[in-house]
């Protein structure tokens, strides 16, 4: 019976001893777990679209599987407001898109968007990824929740109408849907039509319906959205360029590692670099997808192009100079698009 006792103790001791070791393994998985990012974004199968890919595949390389990236495109995570609150707030780790749709955050985000300072896509993108104004740039919603990690050019900015425009007068009286910045409604003013403001998902049942004749946008977007069954037609103005801005939650950022942060910070600039020759590429295939769909595309004269340009270029001055820090902003860039021409 003794021993017997004595053998069942001993059990006993030996299985509590084990119990650290067989727990250790839930442990380090505890320990281990990836970090998990949410970013979405209001498009699909665009630039937006690649830029997350891209940066969830260097992102997640790059802390040896630290972060694991979800990436939500069409509005998966909601509305763009909604994404931008979520953001905020740390419900989503991260939301890409114009970033225009973030003036209301911040008016300086509004700048990008201004008319008459780039004269093509390359050169947009040499002055937006300059050091010092991406650097100033990326600082701007730091007190509203958000850290920028990105930014980069989508392409030109086009109209596409429900009925043709060839010529600078045939912008009067139509009702044209612009992002809910004074700098894009400010452009429409010019030339005597009525700039709607309106969110993405909204606007093609309007143009099925007829309640806007045409949209300010870039024609990759579009044509990836098939704009081109309700309004055929594209005049492409090249009057401004149409900008992303990838922006984290500072909540979120703020609980990593300086070292993780660091890995964040690079993975955003380095996406935002690699997805400018894809841009390029993807707005020559999506014209080529446009037109084969039955869609026209013309351009501006050159001088109507120049008329328009003349009109609009003094709108980021305008604008910008109600409010100092935005006016800052707006002659750092100025001055960047000059020194990078």
């Not at 053998?7 to 839930?26: E, H, N, V, W």
């Not at 869609?295 to 109600?322: C, M, W, Y």
């Amino acid at each position: 019976m003794a021993l017997g006792n004595m053998t069942r103790r001993k059990f006993l001791s030996a299985s509590a001893g084990a119990l650290p070791l067989l727990a250790a393994p839930s442990i380090m998985v505890a320990q281990t777990a990836p970090i998990q990012m949410k970013v979405g974004t209001p498009t699909l199968n665009d630039v937006q679209h690649e830029w997350m890919k891209i940066f969830q595949r260097i992102l997640e390389a790059d802390s040896a599987g630290q972060i694991k990236v979800e990436i939500f495109p069409a509005s998966q995570l909601g509305s763009i407001p909604r994404m931008i609150e979520g953001t905020q707030f740390g419900s989503i780790q991260a939301f890409v898109g114009p970033p225009e749709f973030l003036s209301g955050v911040d008016s300086r985000f509004e700048v990008l968007g201004a008319p008459g300072l780039f004269k093509d896509t390359a050169h947009a993108n040499r002055a937006i990824q300059d050091p010092a104004f991406n650097k100033a740039f990326l600082a701007l919603g730091a007190n509203k929740g958000l850290k920028g990690v990105g930014i980069f050019v989508s392409g030109p900015t086009i109209f596409n109408t429900r009925t043709r425009i060839e010529k600078l007068a045939d912008f009067e009286g139509q009702k044209i849907r612009v992002l809910a910045s004074p700098i894009q409604t400010e452009q429409l003013k010019k030339v005597k039509a009525t700039a709607v403001p309106m969110p993405l998902g909204e606007v093609l049942p309007a143009l099925q319906q007829g309640t806007i004749d045409g949209v300010m946008s870039v024609l990759s977007v579009l044509a990836a959205l098939r704009f081109y069954d309700a309004a055929k037609y594209v005049i492409e103005t090249d009057q401004a360029m149409v900008t992303v801005a990838s922006v984290v939650s500072k909540q979120w950022y703020d609980k990593l590692t300086p070292e993780l942060q660091k890995v964040v910070d690079d993975a955003g600039r380095k996406a935002s670099v690699e997805v400018f020759p894809w841009a390029v590429d993807f707005t020559a295939k999506q014209r080529a997808a446009w037109t084969s769909n039955g869609g026209i595309i013309t351009a501006l004269s050159k001088v109507d192009h120049d008329e328009f340009v003349r009109l609009v270029r003094p709108i980021g001055i305008d604008v910008t100079s109600k409010k100092p820090q935005e006016r800052e902003l707006f002659e750092l860039l100025l001055k960047t698009a000059e020194a990078t021409t």
